[in-house]
């Protein structure tokens, strides 16, 4: 019940493009949505987050959106570069005091090219 | 502002030695939590400690260990060894518990 699944495990991109990856997950308790993107030599640096008060969450070209009955989110990238490939893992946690550890996705190689 | 780091970024042990890695959070943060990156299992969840207390453990054999000192430092150690450690260990901070965590760039374990 603490899985996180992502998809899809890679994805390939034309500069200027929508890149799209999805996580679902189980556990209902879970209540915040935290979006990492790692670099080869790179620990995970935090892109966006979301809680479930709230449908979609924007910073510059980066989106989440989340769907709560469905237990879904996702993360847009809207004109993806070059400079955004890499790994990006989606994550989620609850917030119950002696709960507080992030369940990751398997991770989603972006290639996004010129 | 310093980010979180981790000492060493490297280290190659042999099956049944003992390792201790070393984490320095960004500074005011309290929490720190640890995580083993592999390929096959992706980024796991180890431990996390606030305020010098460990508040949550993965499940992890009890060959890993970690403690926090007052000053908010971390350190992790793995006793005996195994091939199947081998892995980036990842540490990160946060301000409060539970969101907001600032990862380190890792301590790339190597056994032999």
């Known amino acids: 019940q603490q899985q996180v699944k992502q998809s899809p495990q890679s994805l390939i991109v034309q500069k200027g493009g929508i890149s799209i990856i999805n996580c679902a997950y189980e556990?209902?308790?879970?209540?915040?949505f935290p979006w990492y993107q790692q670099f080869p030599g790179k620990g995970p640096a935090l892109l966006i987050a979301?809680?479930?008060?709230?449908s979609e969450k924007k910073e510059g070209r980066f989106t989440i959106s989340f769907n709560k009955s469905a237990k879904q989110f996702s993360l847009h990238i809207m004109d993806s570069q070059p400079g955004d490939s890499a790994t990006y893992f989606c994550?989620?946690?609850?917030?119950?005091?002696?709960?507080?550890?992030?369940?990751f996705g398997k991770g989603t190689k972006l290639s996004v090219i010129p | 502002k310093a980010g979180v780091t981790q000492t060493p970024r490297y280290l190659i042990k042999t099956r049944g030695q003992q390792v201790t890695l070393s984490c320095s959070p960004i500074?005011?943060?309290?929490?720190v939590s640890w995580y083993q990156q592999t390929p096959g299992q992706g980024l796991q969840f180890l431990f996390e400690?606030?305020?010098?207390?460990?508040?949550n453990k993965g499940n992890f054999p009890g060959r890993f260990s970690g403690r926090q000192f007052s000053n908010s430092r971390s350190e992790m150690n793995v006793s005996t060894l195994e091939l199947g450690d081998s892995a980036l260990y990842l540490c990160?901070?946060?301000?409060?518990?539970?969101?907001?965590?600032?990862f380190g760039s890792g301590t790339r374990l190597t056994v032999v």
């Open positions: 990160a901070s946060s301000l409060y518990q539970g969101t907001g965590y600032t």
């Open positions: 556990n209902t308790a879970f209540d915040y």
């Open positions: 979301i809680r479930p008060d709230v």
């Open positions: 994550a989620a946690s609850p917030s119950g005091a002696g709960s507080y550890q992030l369940t």
């Open positions: 500074s005011g943060h309290r929490s």
């Open positions: 400690y606030f305020s010098e207390t460990q508040r």
